[in-house]
């Protein structure tokens, strides 16, 4: 697991309270061969303060994903995925830098692939790795990568950017 790699040291725009986060993020899969398909997340995280020293994660989250996982077109078509997941966030500083930190996060859930045969029930896990430019103290940018693997699919790879608010 990516969060096993993060150690944590002090950094201006790393909260030391508990707070919530609320997060949107359009991305892209790439599934083998390049093939290209939106990936739409909305979600909430909670960061405790209580569990800042778990070298893991320190913020909890609930997040849905829209994927479109027909075989042409970007936005939309007769095949999609629907994934609920719960997933632990763990923040860390870059050096030489204070707006800019890193993450990772990983993620368990289930996903529901819809289309014209039915529907198919999914485990899913991902993990991810990314980036945060702080523009405020409650407003930031992300851009991330995932590896996921949904039960009976290969690997596969999604880009994504993000906008966060935190109160």
């Not at 320190?58 to 719960?86: C, M, Q, R």
Request: proline share 4%; charged share 10%.
């Amino acid at each position: 697991m990516l969060g096993l790699m993060v150690l944590l040291w002090p950094c201006p725009f790393m909260r030391a309270q508990t707070s919530n986060d609320l997060f949107v993020m359009l991305g892209t899969d790439v599934y083998q061969g390049g093939q290209l398909r939106s990936n739409l997340n909305i979600g909430y995280g909670h960061t405790f303060n209580s569990l800042n020293k778990i070298k893991v994660g320190d913020e909890p989250t609930l997040n849905y994903t829209y994927e479109n996982a027909g075989t042409h077109g970007f936005w939309k078509t007769a095949y999609g995925a629907h994934t609920i997941s719960v997933g632990l966030m763990k923040n860390f500083p870059l050096p030489g830098t204070t707006k800019i930190t890193g993450y990772t996060w990983h993620q368990n859930g289930a996903t529901i692939v819809t289309g014209p045969s039915g529907q198919t029930s999914h485990t899913m896990t991902g993990d991810s790795i990314g980036t945060i430019l702080h523009m405020t103290s409650h407003q930031s940018l992300w851009f991330q990568s995932t590896y996921n693997k949904v039960i009976s699919v290969p690997w596969f790879l999604t880009q994504s950017a993000g906008y966060t608010v935190s109160w």
